[in-house]
């Protein structure tokens, strides 16, 4: 499924958060969201999830605005995994995940058998079984992110949000949440801080910078030290990958 953001603006008050920001994003495709801390990220991917609305333009997925649409038909196209995390569930761990099939159920019927099997393999998939049992609010960040991860995996949306997923994740997770998440096959967009894990696995990058888009296109094409210098403040070198593309090495920061 595409998801298409069409001229959006968002205005805070007197402030201009996004300045008439458009952009495709093909179905299947991986797309990462890179940009300075407040340049408009999490708010343009917020427009997606209907948690911001747009002061001016439309999202669409599948074709649809996502403004007409129920809750219920929007959670079935797009899954998210949000920033913030509150933790004041009374719920386990394994309760959080189902969570991930409300969307799929009819009223408030018992969970079904085939949602009890989607939920145990995403469980088993994030490595979350050992502490599935535990009450979500006794969990570590890491392991809150393994239970948030099985929770949209098991919502099974072709649309997958991610805000900055890797904040609480070890170097290993990092890894295998972004590999778990983009080999899966769906359309994902995730705002990243991590150039590296960017150029790794996205195969589109976005750059917003004071609320505008300054560049998209193919993650390599786009991640270059002129760019990240220009818009992230970081001067870098480009190091071929033997696997194909490149990383970026930094320079430790001489200014200060
Ligand atoms: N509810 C709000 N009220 C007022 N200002 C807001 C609100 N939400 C976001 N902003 C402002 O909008 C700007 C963009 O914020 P946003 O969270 O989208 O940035 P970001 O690129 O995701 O940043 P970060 O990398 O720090 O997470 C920031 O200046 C922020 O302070």
């Known amino acids: 499924m595409n998801l298409e953001f069409k001229n959006i603006t968002v205005d805070m008050g007197q402030r201009r958060i996004l300045d008439n920001v458009s952009l495709r994003v093909e179905p299947g495709t991986v797309t990462g969201f890179i940009g300075p801390n407040g340049s408009g990220k999490s708010t343009l991917l917020k427009t997606a999830y ?34 913030e995390i509150s933790s004041d569930f009374p719920l386990t761990g394994r309760e959080v995940a189902m969570l991930g099939r409300v969307p799929h159920q009819r009223g408030f019927g018992a969970d079904s058998p085939r949602d009890i099997e989607i939920v145990e393999t995403a469980l088993v998939e994030v490595g979350a079984q050992k502490f599935a049992d535990r009450t979500f609010s006794s969990l570590s960040g890491g392991e809150k992110q393994r239970i ?94 033997p696997r194909g593309g490149h990383t970026l090495s930094f320079r430790r920061h001489t200014h200060l």
């Open 50 to 83: 209907r948690v911001q609305p747009p002061t001016q333009g439309a999202v669409f997925a599948g074709g649809k605005d996502v403004a007409s649409l129920s809750s219920v038909e929007a959670a079935r196209r797009i899954a998210v995994m949000a920033q």
């Open 148 to 241: 948030l991860l099985a929770r949209v995996l098991a919502q099974e949306s072709p649309v997958l949000i991610l805000d900055e997923p890797t904040n609480h994740a070890d170097l290993g997770f990092q890894h295998e949440l972004l590999h778990l998440v983009t080999a899966r096959g769906g359309t994902t967009l995730a705002a990243l801080h991590d150039v590296n894990l960017a150029l790794a696995y996205c195969d589109r990058v976005a750059v917003l910078q004071a609320g505008k888009l300054v560049a998209h296109g193919s993650a390599t094409s786009v991640l270059v030290p002129d760019l990240v210098d220009e818009v992230l403040g970081v001067e870098s070198v480009a190091l071929d990958d």
